[in-house]
Nanobody, 126 residues
């Protein structure tokens, strides 16, 4: 069974940077899509970035394009989310997600992911 553990969240002022990490354990070769999602209080969980592991192809939400970068380190079984130029509206709980099944859908569709981390809080102050 694959487990995902996020780290790297914290509090930062607007304009600052954070790097989130998501370490996977277990049979990770089955993972074909990795994603970062976030959920602010009172809002739905939304996709932030996704990466197809085999092709290393990345996708981003419009709200973070040019500021966030998703990447993977296969040797460390870790996916990262580098967040630059952070804004107060980026404040949320951030979740790492992975897909090990052959489900179909767009990268930001939460329903195609079958594995989730526990989340890490990111707070950006003005």
């Amino acid at each position: 069974q694959v487990q995902l553990v996020e780290s790297g969240g914290g509090s930062v002022q607007a304009g600052g940077s954070l790097r989130l990490s998501c370490a996977a354990s277990g049979y990770t070769r089955s993972l074909n899509l990795l994603g970062w999602f976030r959920q602010a209080p009172g809002k739905e969980r939304e996709g932030v970035a996704g990466i197809y592991t085999a092709m290393n192809r990345t996708f981003y939400a419009d709200s973070v394009k040019g500021r966030f970068t998703i990447s993977q380190d296969n040797a460390k079984k870790t996916v990262y989310l580098q967040m630059n130029s952070l804004k107060p509206e980026d404040t949320a709980m951030y979740y790492c997600a992975a897909r090990s099944l052959q489900s179909y859908g767009l990268w930001y569709d939460i329903n195609i992911y079958n594995l989730w981390g526990q989340g890490t809080q990111v707070t950006v102050s003005a």
